[in-house]
């Protein structure tokens, strides 16, 4: 993908400046731009922060902003729609793939996925054990933490566990499914298929609630009931959609009640995780004098990160509190004002006047991931997630706020 998209990137760069020259508001995209880029750089430079740390910033960075522009100034009335189709199937491929080799990979290293849920129950009863005994005697800590490693080195696996994780495995999610509820109840000879479709999302996101990605399963039962009340009305709905959920729920209930019950003790012994001490430990961070609270840290600065026992961290776990700790107010203002401008040229350019139900289901399935990073994860710093920004912009012209018709 990244491959691809460097190709394209290098293609689409003349068009761009060519627009620039030509257009106001393409000018203000690039200078806005490149102050995102280069302002943190000097900061970061000016603290001394590690090259290594500074790389790692900016890379991510040039995918968020990067991909959006040269995509956004590629379309036209007439290419919208393709290119629009070109980004979906780039993002389902990698999720698809993605979710192969996470299952595969799992079944191989612990049998089964109920084994696996199993041991993340397990894992997290040995985390709060240990962390209940350091509160009381030193020897039974030492003996409990080496309990827990133990524990982490039979279940946890960084390199496995991290992939779900990536945005387009949860587009791919609620897309497949999504499609799968429309074919299922809307379409007599497409019914079969859209079951096949369901049942392939339904499986991709089992594997986030089997890793206790408690946000990712919240997203996707939403997302799933958005598109239900899309469809109520079908009586296809009601015919050969809902019983057969029922039954399958039925059928699969001691898999579901293994990992509501991960998700819910998840929730009850971790909470929040810390992640409101990590905003407040940004926000302590920035306004200790005017300089950060307006300029960051900039590019490889690091936090002093509560939720990892005040360990320093590159990253934090939303792209909010990310562009105010790095960049500071101004380097936060001037992206949401990038993305307002690229957003108005689309506007512009496209005058669709109707919501097709493929453009639907773009949007239900790409506002959760792009969610997740601005609130819970910080799934912003990957490829995927540039992609799926800038398939969201290309989507939102044809959403029109006094009634759009919705075209089936």
């Known amino acids: 993908m990244g491959s691809g998209l460097l190709i394209g990137g290098i293609m689409l ?6 627009q620039a020259r030509e257009d106001s508001v393409s000018r203000w995209v690039l200078i806005l731009a490149l102050a995102l880029l280069v302002v943190p750089t000097c900061v970061g430079l000016m603290h001394g922060n590690s090259w290594n740390n500074m790389a790692r910033d900016i890379i991510p960075v040039v995918f968020l902003i990067s991909i959006s ?14 290119l629009s189709r070109l980004a979906t199937v780039l993002i389902l491929f990698v999720g698809v793939v993605t979710a192969i080799i996470f299952f595969a990979r799992a079944i191989h290293t612990y049998g089964t996925i109920e084994n696996m849920v199993a041991g993340g129950t397990n894992y997290i009863q ?12 030193a020897t039974q800590a030492t003996q409990a933490t080496q309990a827990t490693q133990a524990t982490q080195a039979d279940f946890y696996i960084k390199e496995l566990f991290l992939k ?15 499609w799968g509820l429309v074919l299922a109840a809307k379409s007599q000879r497409a019914w079969l298929f ?37 469809l109520y009305r079908e009586r296809g709905f009601y015919v050969r959609l809902l019983p057969l959920i029922i039954v399958g729920v ?8 293994a990992v509501l019950h991960l998700l819910w003790y998840k929730q009850q012994t971790i909470g929040f995780n810390g992640k409101a001490s990590e905003w407040k430990r940004v926000i302590d961070t920035i306004s200790s004098s005017t300089q950060p609270a307006l300029f960051g840290t900039g590019w490889g600065g690091v936090l002093a990160n509560p939720i990892y026992e005040d360990g320093e961290t590159r990253f934090t776990h939303s792209i909010i509190s990310f562009f105010l700790l790095k960049s500071g107010l101004l380097g936060l203002g001037t992206l949401f004002i990038l993305m307002a401008t690229l ?16 453009e639907q ?19 912003y710093k990957t490829l995927s997630f540039g992609v799926i920004l800038a398939l969201l912009i290309l989507t939102i012209p044809s959403i029109r706020i006094f009634g759009p018709r919705v075209r089936q």
């Open 250 to 257: 039925a059928i699969y209930w001691t898999q579901i009640e």
């Open 126 to 137: 040995a985390t709060q054990a240990t962390q209940a005994t350091q509160a009381t005697q």
């Open 343 to 358: 957003l108005s040229k689309v506007l512009r350019v496209n005058a669709s006047t109707e919501l097709e139900r493929f």
């Open 194 to 230: 859209g079951w096949v479709l369901i049942s392939v999302g339904a499986l991709m996101a089992y594997a986030f609630m089997a890793l206790g990605l408690r946000s990712y399963a919240a997203v996707y039962v939403l997302s799933i009931g958005v598109v239900c009340l899309t």
């Open 13 to 18: 760069t003349r068009n761009v400046i060519r």
């Open 69 to 82: 522009i040269l995509l956004i100034h590629a379309t036209t009335n007439s290419n919208r729609a393709a």
């Open 164 to 178: 779900p994780y990536d945005p387009a495995m949860l587009f791919a999610t609620i897309f497949i499914s999504a």
């Open 361 to 379: 289901i773009l949007v239900i399935s790409c506002l959760p991931p792009l969610a997740i990073g601005v609130l819970f994860e910080p799934t």
